[in-house]
């Protein structure tokens, strides 16, 4: 069975810093990895994905790695903002497209001024 | 296009009611999902539909029923609500490798 865990389950950092949030997953039998971003009584707002072939996903700031073989994704935030504070979920969907997609508990992230 | 729609945005129930939460998209998508989010335990899969008349279970779907009658609507029935249901409600819908998702439906059952 998929499990999906986020360490750390909080983060608290100052503005300008750049920070790693972790994503690990037990079986790398997967079809993608998908980075979340959830603003408080928000629902989820899709960050990156990255397909299993796929060593990396860059946007802006934000750049998501998987390594399947050891069951690991990382979230690199640079220059943080206070904007960036929110709930970072990972999820992995299993083998095909249309398979279920396994949550992580998520990493609270709050940048301060 | 409004995209993944949810109503209510917040419920209050008392043990044992029955309510439905419903859930519309207008972006033609096949696959749709239910899932529920509680305090650290991530968002799970309760009940989930890749088209019009076929839907299964996800991980936790007892105490739920769904119905895919059309394409745009996957409703949520909960028949006798039970204070374990207290929780966030997201519906979602699925195109290619991208999922998305409604703004939520707020539960709280006394």
């Known amino acids: 069975k998929q499990e999906v865990t986020q360490i750390p389950a909080a983060l608290s950092v100052p503005e300008g810093e750049n920070l790693v949030l972790n994503c690990s997953f037990t079986?790398?039998?997967?079809?993608?990895l998908q980075w979340f971003r959830q603003d408080p009584g928000k629902g989820l707002t899709s960050l990156l994905l990255?397909?299993?072939?796929?060593r990396e996903q860059t946007s802006g700031r934000l750049n998501a790695s998987l390594d399947k073989s050891s069951g690991r994704s990382t979230l690199y935030i640079a220059a943080s903002q206070p904007g960036d504070s929110a709930t970072y979920l990972c999820?992995?969907?299993?083998?095909?497209?249309?398979?279920?997609?396994?949550f992580g508990q998520g990493t609270t992230l709050q940048v301060k001024p | 296009n409004a995209g993944v729609t949810q109503t209510p945005k917040f419920q209050v129930l008392k043990t044992g009611q029955s309510m439905t939460l419903q859930c519309a998209q207008d972006?033609?998508?096949?696959?749709m999902s239910w899932y529920r989010q509680d305090p650290g335990m991530g968002l799970r899969l309760i009940h989930y539909?890749?088209?019009?008349?076929?839907?299964d279970q996800g991980e936790v779907p007892n105490g739920y029923n769904v119905s895919r009658s059309t394409t745009e609507d996957f409703p949520l029935r909960l028949l006798s609500a039970a204070p374990s249901q207290t929780s966030v409600y997201f519906c979602a819908t699925t195109w290619g490798s991208e999922q998305y998702f409604g703004p939520g439906t707020r539960l709280t059952v006394t």
């Open positions: 972006m033609n998508h096949e696959y």
């Open positions: 539909s890749v088209g019009a008349g076929i839907t």
């Open positions: 990255i397909q299993s072939s796929q």
């Open positions: 079986d790398s039998a997967i079809y993608n």
């Open positions: 999820a992995v969907r299993g083998s095909s497209n249309t398979g279920k997609l396994i």
